[in-house]
């Protein structure tokens, strides 16, 4: 998505303010993608760990079959952004991106699963309305579309937060057996 946005800058595509505030929406949406991730997803891959059963082998075959979805949605969602960025982009472009976010939320598992803050009958109906986004998308705009984007991933992420970084270490240090 990052490389997206700078072709999109490269190529002149953002010569207004309207433009390059889109431009700075695609970035914001990139990091709350990476929040979903790494801050997110901790939790998941340790469990990962636990069923690989120490096998390294093991482990890497899981992680890489778990990340083909993921992977294959962030090039959907940046096929879409790039389109948007551009302007006056087909209508399709409101549906890659969209349709990118939701799968990457299905594939990367962790906002599927409940927490106390948010029960899991709430998650499975964001996802599905996530899925929905590019029925709205020629209604804001290709770069209003964008912000709107960036605004529902970042309640995504703010949802599926587990917890504070602090206990990440003391998790590890629990399966490590320390």
């Known amino acids: 998505m990052v490389v997206e946005a700078g072709q999109a800058s490269v190529a002149g595509h953002v010569p207004t303010s309207s433009g390059w505030a889109a431009l700075v929406a695609a970035m914001v949406l990139a990091g709350a993608l990476w929040w979903l991730y790494f801050d997110s997803a901790a939790e998941l891959n340790l469990r ?57 939320l299905a594939g990367t598992r962790v906002f599927l699963t409940a927490t106390a803050r948010v029960p899991g009958i709430v998650r499975a109906l964001l996802l599905v309305a996530t899925f929905q986004l590019g029925r709205i998308g020629p209604e804001l705009g290709a770069h209003g579309y964008v912000w709107f984007l960036t605004g529902w991933v970042t309640i995504m992420a703010l949802l599926s937060t587990r917890r504070p970084h602090g206990d990440d270490d003391e998790a590890l240090g629990r399966f490590l057996g320390r």
């Open 48 to 104: 990962v760990l636990e069923l690989s059963g120490g096998s390294p082998t093991m482990a890497r075959a899981i992680f890489a079959t778990g990340h083909m979805l993921p992977a294959f949605a962030l090039l959907l969602t940046a096929a879409g952004v790039g389109l948007l960025l551009e302007g006056d982009p087909p209508e399709i472009a409101y549906w890659l991106a969209c349709v990118g976010i939701g799968l990457y």
